[in-house]
């Protein structure tokens, strides 16, 4: 099959204007890549390019190195978000029904193409941008690029597919509530979400037009701040634009949510991921906990306020005429907005005002704010059944950002099992390079792994088991393992808050791991097995025994034998012992 490994922006360019390659090389390996992953997730596209006219685009290319011009973006294949106009593209915004030929292209567009840069195509999202969870397209559900089980995150789902499939060198998506952040989470990317105005918005399809944001995917940083070299600049023609402004700052103290104020919606391994990024940055910064209320509160006007009512206006005659054209979860939310009176809205207006006062004092406090960007990630059949309440979830960290006109960037943080969950960085409007920069010292020090192996065919979900008695390898249960293709992942302890017994009367012997304040260390052994194998193992699990949660020493998480209380009646506690092996080798 056709490489699908990622690709540098600034690499492709570099090899280009250095004759080590052609536009038309480039063009041609894009299009054996869009070919290969075609098989796997056709539906990340509405819209591409036809061959012809990409290798066309391509020649004009290497034509214009040849005259001598100096294109920063030279041959590199990138992707539009469908609701970002692009000349000779249909824009849909995920709806058919809306669907138009624009005149031009977005400023977005025309800059990128001026700097040599090749449109492959528009990518699909949550209809209309309303949404964090790729979900919401009648073109189709855009899958994680890592598990086709979970969702690719929204709205702007299939530009984040499109660069970590390797397929495109970058993507434009678009921010609004967390669009340009979420998806780059969950497909272990840099999602670059610049200040309000520092880029056109000249061109775009609005979701709320006051705090819209086009943002970019790259596979890392440097890459990043090369698109935003190209983009950032005043557009008369977007009333939202502004000249630029850079604030220097070094960020010395980084601020954090309140532990009771963070949200994990009962994921224990995002909490575990989380605490450990903001150990890495407490070896060069001061970690200080913040009351995030103002923050929370003015994330709830952006759904439950006034704000909705934006997002009608973008496509109220749509609403009015052709209600069923449009996505039922999307409607449900739109039509909310119809309810808003102008009263509300203007009271909404002054309590953002007085939230971002709030806001704006916590930089007296901190130089930058260190976030997840979600609590947790779901699979696709979850957000089907609960669209609204899950997709909420979702945006707990992110909602805020735009409201309060910050600037944003997505980055990884190390992977445990849930590679695509990762932190963001928040800085005050117009510190969009010391927020680049920041995050760049971050990924250095923290010396992340690379991203896992794409999902190409679908993979079986695993579980971790941590056993402590009878299912020991040569143990007499542990057949109840090797019958199932369990996999031994290695040798462990507990945290130290457990005891161990070894229940009375139990054929064969079989120990009972009770968690205590007053507890030790215990050794596991640690196995992974497919879900079904591991349901079926659950199953066979006789009372008093049960499968729980078990914390390993170093914090993190697995399913493992516990136990009901009555089995430590008669039982003999052996925790001193530190485990069963060593019972049964005194016995």
């Known amino acids: 099959m056709t490489r699908l490994d990622r690709q540098s922006p600034a690499a492709i360019a570099t090899a280009i204007r250095g004759g080590k390659t052609s536009a038309l090389k480039v063009a041609q390996e894009t299009l054996a890549r869009l070919d290969a992953y075609d098989k796997i997730q056709p539906q990340i596209w509405i819209s591409r390019a036809a061959p012809t006219e990409l290798l066309a685009a391509a020649r004009a290319v290497d034509a214009r190195i040849a005259a001598g011009e100096q294109l920063p973006l030279a041959g590199v294949p990138f992707a539009v978000k469908d609701n970002i106009d692009v000349a000779g593209f249909e824009t849909t915004a995920g709806c058919p029904a809306f669907a138009y030929s624009p005149a031009a292209s977005a400023t977005v567009a025309e800059q990128l193409l001026a700097a040599g840069a090749i449109c492959v195509g528009k990518t699909n999202l949550d209809q209309f941008a309303t949404g964090l969870v790729g979900t919401r397209s009648p073109y189709g559900i855009p899958r994680n690029a890592y598990n086709l089980a979970y969702v690719s995150g929204g709205s702007s789902s299939g530009s984040a597919v499109a660069v970590a499939a390797g397929l495109v060198g970058f993507a434009l998506g678009t921010d609004t509530a967390g669009s340009g952040r979420v998806p780059a989470a969950f497909n272990h990317l840099v999602g670059f979400k610049p200040t309000k105005g520092r880029w056109s918005t000249q061109g775009l399809v609005p979701a709320c037009r006051t705090i819209d944001c086009i943002t970019v995917f790259t596979d890392n940083l440097s890459d990043a701040r090369l698109v935003d070299d190209v983009l950032a600049g005043f557009d008369p023609a977007d009333p939202y634009s502004k000249p630029l402004a850079n604030v220097s700052l070094q960020p010395t103290r980084i601020g954090v949510p309140r532990r009771d104020q963070r949200a994990w919606f009962g994921d224990s391994q995002s909490e575990y991921l989380y605490d450990q990024a903001i150990a890495r940055l407490a070896a060069d910064a001061d970690i200080i906990e913040l009351d995030i209320s103002p923050l929370n509160e003015a994330a709830s006007l952006l759904y439950n306020g006034p704000w909705v009512a934006e997002r009608t206006a973008a496509i109220q005659d749509l609403l009015a005429n052709e209600p069923d054209a449009i996505d039922e979860t999307v409607r449900q939310i739109t039509e909310a907005g119809l309810r808003k009176t102008a009263v509300e809205v203007f009271n909404g207006i002054y309590r953002l005002a007085d939230l971002k006062r709030q806001a704006d004092a916590l930089w007296n406090e901190v130089d930058m704010l260190a976030f997840p960007t979600t609590g947790t990630t779901y699979r696709v059949a979850e957000l089907l059944a609960a669209p609204i309440a899950l997709n909420s979830n979702l945006g707990f960290y992110t909602n805020f950002v735009n409201l309060l006109d910050m600037a944003a960037v997505a980055v ?56 402590v008695g009878a299912h020991l ?27 161990l017994y070894a229940i009375a009367d139990s054929v064969p012997p079989k120990p009972a791991l009770v968690h205590s304040g007053d507890g030790a260390s215990i050794k596991v052994e640690v196995y992974q097995l497919d879900v079904s194998a591991f349901g079926s193992f659950v199953a066979e699990v006789p009372a008093p025994l049960a499968i729980g949660n078990v914390t390993l020493a170093d914090g993190t998480t697995v399913k493992g034998f516990v136990a009901e209380s009555r089995a430590t009646d008669g039982a003999e506690d052996i925790t001193d012992l530190g485990g069963w092996r060593a019972y049964i080798e005194a016995k």
Request: proline share 8%; no cysteine; net charge negative.
């Open 473 to 499: 390898k040569d143990m007499p249960l542990h057949w109840q393992l090797t019958s199932r293709d369990a996999e031994f992942v290695g040798s462990f302890e507990t945290a130290p808050t457990y005891r």
């Open 412 to 467: 990884p943080r190390e992977p445990f099992e849930r590679d695509w969950l990762r932190n963001h960085f928040d800085r005050r409007s117009d510190s969009d390079h010391a927020l680049l920069d920041a995050a760049e010292t971050y990924r250095g020090t923290a010396e992340l792994p690379a991203p896992p192996a794409l999902d190409l065919e679908g993979k079986m979900e695993s579980v971790k088991l941590a056993v």
